[in-house]
Structures are given as structure tokens and as C-alpha cells.
């Protein structure tokens, strides 16, 4: 249950703490005092956005802190999974810093968002004044009816199971994407492909063809370079081979006359030998350099072409373009082959498809059983609440399509009066019947669910009298089984709570703020008094307020 809620820096609020207690709990004050204003402030704790237009003071951070009792709940298993720290007395808090920035903590740990939607949503049902719309929401009709078959596990596995299906979905749409843009692509990559491919290119043949268009082109230069190398090396009267031999005579006389000189004489003999190979090497190189019109005109034609390839494609080098061309064979063969991954694709689909319908099948079987037994017990709570010819009826159809909770949609058909046809609720119940609707619904799925705590804010708008009356002993009666914070300004509800909560304005230090008060015995009459007789308090009215208070 709610302990106690402290607000700072909020809307019109300076410093104010709220406490609760159990049982049921009413909140009465003026309009404009400042009772929605804590609504949107208990909110906050709850998970709601927040933004720097709520701060009283636009230099100073919002505090709103929220202590919740926890005994005899089972909600260890939250904290354990979350690595929260579990206390039976939890504290929620939100603050909100001048730039705007958010955080969140349980028990002086942050939280995100939806770890704290999560966790209040274990704990406490808020119906805030505009929730009343929530009757012609698909999403809120099918989500009552599932929080009142209370098989969230079920619920869950479908949930992951259209988010499997789904997945899969996206998958094969972005295969189906892939494809259609291969097909509009292999035309044009199968021509590429094709120029590359008959171009025959190798990895260094720009290195040959320059080197072999460069003795091509000066063919004639490089014979007579080669025969004056010859001639210099061993034709003529004085060569270098020559002049070489002659040398290794005299080293050779020397040799004889001393031992020690043999190293002259072999390296001599040694470059001798090198210099008749380097001769036999040039001749032959010279002999194959031959003046070869044709082929020079085939080298520069391959040369030009690759040169051209390389500009087309913007590349640099040739192993570029065979890269190149090993991408482009990829892609014509994943374009050509691509049908056997868009039926492994969709066989996926279909797969988790067929999983889908199975637990939603049996979901919505679950649904409509308790479709039944939640109709009958809201149809007997709207009796109660001074509907005796009301009908409700929960109505199943199927959809078409998957949706995430299942291929269900739910209708609440509704009749207020005796023989008339039951229409779509939301567009048949008038303001107050559907305050009635809603409470019903309320109170039933929050003792369904067995949550420690249900908040009404002015649920009871548009009733009065023998209505009000009732309105307020169905409060009191689910205010046995758990907290209850209601709202309103019907003095009926009010003179049957427990607990009185007044919230009015205060000047301080010439400043409005909102103030809250636990009401006295005495102080509950006067102000049931005031609202009983619009602020006039006569002993008249006083009187009723007291009548009120001690009926039953």
C-alpha cells in the first residue's frame, strides 16, 4: 500500500507530503486547488514523462518521492531479476533538473522508465479522470479482459511469439528488397562483368605491357647498344675480355714467382668467365629484341584498354579491377541464386507463422470463457451501482491480421435500459453511465489482479444522489480487500471514506501553493457540510453531514 507521498518544486506545490493509510482514502478540495496537480505528481512516480514546465522554481530540481509498503506482497522476484535492492518500505523517486533531464530510482538505485512502469504496475491501478475514454480503446478492452484471466504467461509467450513472427517478416521483406534490386542490377553488372572477363586481365600485366611497349617502340637503339656492348666486351683488337687475358698472363708469371698472389690471379680468371656470360646473355637478348610493328599496335591497344577500364571505374591499379570483378561475379550469382534464401526465408515466416495461430487460437479460446464470467460480474456490479437494467457483454471478433496481442478484438456491447439493443459502449453510455462502467470494470480487475492499491481520480464525474450513494458503498466495500484513493467532489463518497484528505490553497510568503491536511472528526463534517450546501454552513447542513456520515 501508498505510505506517503512528498512533493517539491511541483506546479503551484512548494513542499507538501501526503500520508495514507489503510482502507479508503478520499482527496476533497476546491477547483483549481490543486488535487490533479498531485494526480500528475503521483504520476510521475508511476513512470510518466516529465518536462521543466512543472517546476515551481525554474532554477531548482522537482522532487516527487513515493513510499510504498510492501509486506505481505510477493514482488521479491522483481528486485532479484531488476538487481534492485528489496525493502518492505521501497522508496520511489523522480527528479527533474532545471535543463530537463529525468531520473528515476528505486531505493536510491536508478531505474529507467519502464523498469518503473513495470514495478508500479505491481502495485497500483491509476484511473485518471480521462482514462473514461479507454472504453473505445481495442488495445485497453482487450487488455482488461486479459488482466482479469490473470494469465499473464500466456499473454507473454504470445507477445514474443508475433515479435519472433514479425521479425521474420522483416527479414523476408528485406530479402524481397535485396532481390528486386539485384534483378534491377544484373543487366547492367553482367555487361560489366563480360568487358572485365574479355579483357583476360592479370594481376601484373600493366608492369609487362609498358615493359615490353618500351623495347618494342626503341627496338632499333637496344640492338645498337647491344652490338657496341659486344664489341666493347670481346670484338676488336682491344677488348675488354683482351686486355682481361692479358692480364691473367702477367698474374700468372706473378703467380710463379710467388705464391701469395693466386687470390689476383683467380678473381681474374672469375670476372673472365663472368664477362664471357655476360656476352653470350647480351647476344641473345639482342637477337630476341626484334622491330615488330604488329605487336607494338596489340600492346598499346591492351594498354589503352585497361587504361580505359580503370578510368571507367574509377579505380587505380589492375588488382582493383579484378576485385572489382570478383564483386560484380558475386552479385550476379547471388541475384541468380537468390530464390533458394527467399524460400528459406519464408519458410520462416510460415514456421513461426503457424506457432503464432496456434497460441493465439488457444488464448482466444481462453478469452472467451472469461469474456463470459467478466460480463456477468461487471453486469452485477452496474446493478449494484443503481443500473438494475443494464446489460454488458463482452464481445469477441476475430481479426484478420496478427497483432501483437493476439487476432482478437474486443467489444463491450452495453444496454442501460429494460428491451433496448446493446450497442457499442463507448458510443452508447452517457457520461455517467460510463463513470459506472468504468468503475465496475475497475474494481473488478483490481481484485482480480490483486493489486495492494487502487487510485480513482473523479471516476464518479456526472453522478448523483441514490447514484453517488452507491458509488461510494462499492469504494468502501473494495477498500476491505485493499487501498483505496479516490478523488472527487461528491460529498456521498467522501462521508464513506476512511480517511480524509483535504487539499486547498495557502499565501506564503506572498506566494500561492498548494497545502493537503488530514481532516479531524469534527473538520470531515464542516467540509462535508460546505460541499453539501455550497459553502454555506448552516447548523442545517451540518446536520446532514453528520446524517451522511453515520448512514450506511
Not at 531488476?82 to 518500505?89: H, I, T
Not at 488482466?147 to 509467450?157: A, Y
Not at 460541499?531 to 451540518?542: K, T, V, W
Given at each position: 500500500?501508498?505510505?506517503?507521498?512528498?512533493?517539491?518544486?511541483?506546479?503551484?506545490?512548494?513542499?507538501?507530503?501526503v500520508?495514507?493509510?489503510?482502507?479508503?482514502?478520499?482527496?476533497?478540495?476546491?477547483?483549481?486547488?490543486?488535487?490533479?496537480?498531485?494526480?500528475?505528481?503521483?504520476g510521475l512516480?508511476?513512470?510518466?514523462?516529465?518536462?521543466?514546465?512543472?517546476?515551481r522554481?525554474?532554477?531548482e530540481?522537482?522532487?516527487?518521492?513515493?513510499?510504498?509498503?510492501?509486506?505481505?506482497?510477493?514482488?521479491?522476484?522483481?528486485?532479484?531479476?531488476?538487481?534492485l535492492?528489496?525493502?518492505?518500505?521501497t522508496?520511489?523517486?523522480?527528479?527533474?533538473?532545471?535543463?530537463?533531464?529525468?531520473?528515476?530510482?528505486?531505493?536510491?538505485t536508478p531505474v529507467?522508465?519502464s523498469?518503473?512502469?513495470?514495478?508500479?504496475g505491481?502495485i497500483i491501478?491509476?484511473?485518471?479522470q480521462?482514462?473514461n475514454?479507454d472504453?473505445?480503446?481495442?488495445v485497453?478492452r482487450l487488455?482488461?479482459?486479459?488482466q482479469?484471466?490473470?494469465?499473464?504467461?500466456i499473454?507473454?509467450?504470445?507477445?514474443k511469439?508475433?515479435n519472433?513472427?514479425?521479425?521474420?517478416?522483416k527479414?523476408?521483406?528485406?530479402?524481397?528488397?535485396?532481390e528486386?534490386?539485384?534483378?534491377?542490377?544484373?543487366?547492367?553488372?553482367?555487361?560489366?562483368?563480360?568487358?572485365?572477363?574479355?579483357?583476360k586481365l592479370?594481376?601484373e600485366?600493366?608492369?609487362?605491357?609498358?615493359?615490353?611497349q618500351?623495347?618494342?617502340?626503341?627496338s632499333?637503339?637496344?640492338?645498337?647498344?647491344?652490338?657496341?656492348a659486344?664489341?666493347?666486351?670481346?670484338?676488336?683488337?682491344?677488348?675488354?675480355?683482351?686486355?682481361?687475358?692479358?692480364?691473367?698472363?702477367?698474374?700468372?708469371?706473378?703467380?710463379?714467382?710467388?705464391e701469395?698472389?693466386?687470390?689476383?690471379?683467380?678473381?681474374?680468371?672469375?670476372a673472365?668467365?663472368?664477362?664471357?656470360?655476360?656476352?653470350?646473355?647480351?647476344?641473345?637478348?639482342?637477337e630476341a629484341?626484334v622491330?615488330?610493328?604488329?605487336r607494338?599496335?596489340?600492346?598499346?591497344?591492351r594498354?589503352?584498354?585497361?587504361?580505359?577500364?580503370?578510368?571507367?571505374?574509377n579505380?587505380?591499379?589492375?588488382?582493383?579491377?579484378?576485385?572489382?570483378?570478383?564483386?560484380?561475379?558475386?552479385?550476379?550469382?547471388?541475384?541468380?541464386?537468390?530464390?533458394?534464401?527467399?524460400?528459406?526465408?519464408?519458410?520462416?515466416?510460415?514456421?513461426?507463422?503457424?506457432?503464432?495461430?496456434?497460441?493465439?487460437?488457444?488464448?482466444?479460446?481462453?478469452?472467451?470463457k472469461s469474456?463470459?464470467?467478466?460480463?456477468?460480474?461487471?453486469?452485477?456490479t452496474?446493478?449494484?451501482?443503481?443500473?438494475?437494467?443494464?446489460?454488458?457483454?463482452?464481445?469477441?471478433?476475430?481479426?484478420?491480421?496478427?497483432?501483437?496481442?493476439?487476432?482478437?478484438?474486443?467489444?463491450?456491447?452495453?444496454?442501460?435500459?429494460?428491451?433496448?439493443?446493446?450497442?457499442?459502449?463507448?458510443?452508447?453510455?452517457?457520461?455517467?453511465?460510463?463513470?459506472?462502467?468504468?468503475?465496475?470494470?475497475?474494481?473488478?480487475?483490481?481484485?482480480?489482479?490483486?493489486?495492494?492499491?487502487?487510485?480513482?481520480?473523479e471516476i464518479?464525474?456526472?453522478?448523483?444522489?441514490?447514484?453517488?450513494?452507491r458509488?461510494?458503498?462499492?469504494?468502501?466495500?473494495?477498500?476491505?480487500?485493499?487501498?483505496?484513493?479516490?478523488?472527487?467532489?461528491?460529498?456521498?463518497?467522501a462521508?464513506?471514506?476512511?480517511?480524509?484528505?483535504?487539499?486547498?490553497?495557502?499565501?506564503?510568503?506572498?506566494?500561492t501553493?498548494?497545502?493537503?491536511?488530514?481532516?479531524?472528526?469534527?473538520?470531515?463534517?464542516y467540509?462535508?457540510?460546505?460541499?453539501?450546501?455550497?459553502?454555506n454552513?448552516?447548523?442545517?447542513?451540518l446536520?446532514n453531514a453528520?446524517?451522511?456520515?453515520?448512514?450506511?
Amino acid at each position: 500500500m501508498l505510505e506517503s507521498l512528498t512533493i517539491k518544486n511541483f506546479a503551484i506545490i512548494d513542499d507538501l507530503e501526503v500520508k495514507f493509510e489503510h482502507g479508503f482514502n478520499v482527496i476533497t478540495g476546491e477547483t483549481g486547488a490543486g488535487k490533479s496537480i498531485m494526480v500528475q505528481a503521483l504520476g510521475l512516480t508511476l513512470g510518466d514523462r516529465a518536462d521543466t514546465s512543472s517546476l515551481r522554481k525554474k532554477t531548482e530540481k522537482c522532487i516527487v518521492e513515493l513510499t510504498i509498503s510492501l509486506t505481505n506482497l510477493s514482488v521479491q522476484s522483481f528486485f532479484f531479476s531488476n538487481d534492485l535492492d528489496y525493502a518492505e518500505q521501497t522508496i520511489i523517486r523522480r527528479e527533474i533538473n532545471p535543463e530537463g533531464k529525468s531520473r528515476a530510482f528505486i531505493n536510491d538505485t536508478p531505474v529507467n522508465l519502464s523498469i518503473l512502469k513495470e514495478f508500479s504496475g505491481l502495485i497500483i491501478d491509476l484511473h485518471s479522470q480521462h482514462q473514461n475514454l479507454d472504453a473505445a480503446n481495442p488495445v485497453f478492452r482487450l487488455k482488461a479482459l486479459d488482466q482479469f484471466m490473470n494469465n499473464e504467461s500466456i499473454v507473454k509467450d504470445l507477445e514474443k511469439c508475433y515479435n519472433r513472427f514479425d521479425q521474420c517478416k522483416k527479414e523476408l521483406k528485406e530479402l524481397e528488397r535485396k532481390e528486386a534490386e539485384l534483378k534491377r542490377n544484373l543487366d547492367f553488372n553482367q555487361f560489366q562483368w563480360r568487358e572485365l572477363e574479355e579483357a583476360k586481365l592479370e594481376p601484373e600485366m600493366m608492369e609487362g605491357l609498358e615493359l615490353e611497349q618500351k623495347r618494342l617502340e626503341n627496338s632499333g637503339e637496344i640492338k645498337s647498344s647491344v652490338m657496341n656492348a659486344l664489341n666493347c666486351l670481346q670484338q676488336g683488337e682491344f677488348t675488354i675480355l683482351s686486355n682481361l687475358n692479358s692480364l691473367k698472363g702477367f698474374l700468372s708469371g706473378l703467380h710463379k714467382m710467388d705464391e701469395s698472389t693466386l687470390p689476383y690471379l683467380e678473381r681474374v680468371q672469375s670476372a673472365i668467365v663472368e664477362l664471357k656470360d655476360l656476352a653470350v646473355e647480351l647476344d641473345s637478348y639482342g637477337e630476341a629484341v626484334v622491330d615488330n610493328p604488329e605487336r607494338l599496335d596489340l600492346v598499346n591497344e591492351r594498354l589503352d584498354l585497361v587504361a580505359r577500364l580503370l578510368r571507367k571505374h574509377n579505380l587505380q591499379t589492375v588488382s582493383e579491377l579484378l576485385k572489382y570483378q570478383s564483386h560484380l561475379e558475386e552479385a550476379i550469382s547471388k541475384a541468380e541464386n537468390f530464390d533458394s534464401e527467399l524460400l528459406k526465408a519464408q519458410a520462416k515466416v510460415d514456421a513461426s507463422l503457424l506457432e503464432y495461430k496456434a497460441l493465439a487460437q488457444n488464448l482466444s479460446l481462453q478469452r472467451r470463457k472469461s469474456a463470459i464470467e467478466l460480463s456477468a460480474q461487471i453486469s452485477k456490479t452496474l446493478t449494484e451501482l443503481s443500473m438494475p437494467d443494464a446489460r454488458f457483454e463482452i464481445v469477441l471478433e476475430t481479426l484478420n491480421e496478427p497483432g501483437l496481442l493476439g487476432m482478437d478484438q474486443a467489444v463491450w456491447m452495453f444496454s442501460s435500459n429494460k428491451g433496448s439493443e446493446m450497442k457499442d459502449a463507448a458510443k452508447s453510455a452517457s457520461g455517467g453511465e460510463l463513470s459506472r462502467l468504468m468503475l465496475a470494470i475497475k474494481s473488478t480487475l483490481a481484485q482480480k489482479a490483486e493489486l495492494p492499491t487502487l487510485i480513482l481520480d473523479e471516476i464518479d464525474t456526472g453522478v448523483s444522489g441514490e447514484v453517488a450513494s452507491r458509488i461510494a458503498n462499492l469504494m468502501r466495500s473494495i477498500s476491505n480487500k485493499m487501498q483505496v484513493i479516490a478523488i472527487t467532489h461528491l460529498p456521498q463518497v467522501a462521508a464513506r471514506a476512511h480517511h480524509h484528505l483535504f487539499v486547498y490553497k495557502d499565501e506564503i510568503k506572498g506566494k500561492t501553493a498548494t497545502q493537503i491536511k488530514n481532516l479531524t472528526s469534527d473538520e470531515k463534517v464542516y467540509t462535508l457540510a460546505a460541499m453539501l450546501s455550497d459553502g454555506n454552513l448552516s447548523e442545517a447542513a451540518l446536520e446532514n453531514a453528520r446524517a451522511l456520515i453515520n448512514s450506511k
